[in-house]
């Protein structure tokens, strides 16, 4: 297996990342409970109360303890995540085609041929991560062949790709790597390329699944998604400097749409067993997350300004080298999942694109974004009824 250097491993973790917002995040937080308590008012009285009552020395001294504890469970789960022994030692299976960085992962198995396709801003191994939160074996076990596409690291010649690149060049050409008839899967911003990709090739794709993928991108909250199109400007230096979107950009703005989420779930960690599978779990699961790749600064454009700002996919105005993509035209029998407590792709902007879809079971298991996919529950949640649909075939 080819461990990359900036793999996550014990002492060397640089998660949650970017580690300084967060720590900001908190203090901000800390600091607006104490404000806002009606006791600090009282210290610190407005104009539009000349008399206010006295302080309670004792609901202060209690407000206290709590933010600092608070602020002392975040530091210490954070302590303990970079601590913890464990490392993934999963090894590779076998590539059966490469592309520049991009590999195609065979997992085996007999059964449908599956391509999974991921993000092209988070690590191929989510559907991999640990023997036991292993979508892909599992699926291989169970009656499918899967394989994963694996994009890797945007070098010289990615730098430059638009998402026409990757879905009309690089992905179809992994699709025709593998033989006979496929079922095309896709997770988050994969799901979205492999929509295109099925659209693109009815004959080779047999059947498409797309697992927590984003369609509406407007459909929970309008504003914030054109204030990401905003962004762009003040992030053209840095991808005009790097000729991509730096991981560290591309985590603050995912911190923005949840901004407190890191410090919560870290505070649980802290009282956890961390010998437990469940926090062993939790450390993987976070490795993953802070092991981003960087997004081709092409690519970027297309989906901050595009999908997010102009809300492209959901109003027919996306096109991958000049086809319109309509989940409408797609008359193979499709799989939508959409996890019910996804924060990053809420439910409401997945059932539009599966109403669209002519022939679609849909599903809204009660799990994250990240759960639905590896977490302690996926098999219930995801990995059997994604089995049962595909006997159904």
């Not at 006295?54 to 933010?67: K, M």
């Not at 901004?259 to 469940?278: H, M, N, Q, T």
């Amino acid at each position: 297996m080819s461990i990359r250097p900036e793999q996550p491993a014990p002492l060397s973790r640089r998660g949650p990342r970017p580690l300084l917002l967060h720590l900001n995040l908190a203090w901000m937080r800390s600091s607006a409970s104490i404000a806002g308590s009606p006791n600090w008012n009282n210290v610190w009285p407005t104009s539009n109360e000349p008399n206010p009552p006295p302080p309670d020395p004792e609901a202060l001294a209690a407000l206290f303890a709590t933010v600092s504890q608070q602020d002392r469970d975040l530091i210490a789960g954070i302590a303990a995540y970079r601590a913890s022994p464990y490392t993934r030692d999963m090894a590779d299976p076998p590539t059966i085609w490469a592309e520049s960085e991009t590999r195609l992962l065979d997992y085996g198995g007999t059964g449908p041929s599956i391509l999974f396709v991921p993000s092209l801003i988070n690590r191929a191994y989510i559907l991999d991560l640990m023997p036991e939160a292993s979508m892909l074996r599992w699926l291989a076990a169970h009656g499918s062949h899967p394989y994963l596409l694996d994009w890797g690291w945007p070098a010289e010649i990615e730098r430059h790709f638009t998402l026409t690149d990757y879905i009309a060049g690089r992905l179809e050409r992994a699709i025709a790597a593998i033989p006979g008839p496929i079922i095309l899967t896709g997770y988050c911003m994969g799901g979205l390329l492999a929509l295109a990709a099925a659209q693109r090739n009815p004959d080779k794709i047999t059947a498409l699944a797309l697992l927590a993928t984003p369609w509406d991108f407007h459909a929970d909250n309008e504003e914030q998604a054109r204030t990401l199109g905003r962004s762009l400007a003040m992030l053209e230096p840095m991808m005009n400097f790097s000729g991509t979107l730096p991981i560290d950009a591309l985590q603050t703005i995912f911190t923005m749409i949840d901004p407190f989420g890191v410090g919560e779930k870290y505070r649980s960690f802290a009282s956890l067993d961390k010998s437990s599978a469940r926090a062993k779990r939790f450390v993987a699961m976070e490795d993953w997350l802070a092991d981003g790749v960087p997004l081709a600064a092409p690519v970027a454009r297309e989906t901050l300004g595009g999908w997010y700002g102009d809300n492209t996919p959901a109003r027919l105005a996306w096109r991958v080298a000049g086809m319109p993509i309509n989940p409408a035209s797609i008359s193979i029998p499709c799989f939508a999942a959409a996890p019910a407590r996804d924060k990053l792709v809420p439910p409401v902007s997945v059932r539009p694109l599966a109403t669209s879809l002519p022939f679609c079971t849909y599903l809204e298991p009660a799990a994250g974004h990240i759960g639905m996919i590896a977490g302690t529950n996926a098999q219930n949640a995801l990995w059997q009824p994604f089995a049962d649909w595909l006997q159904q075939l």
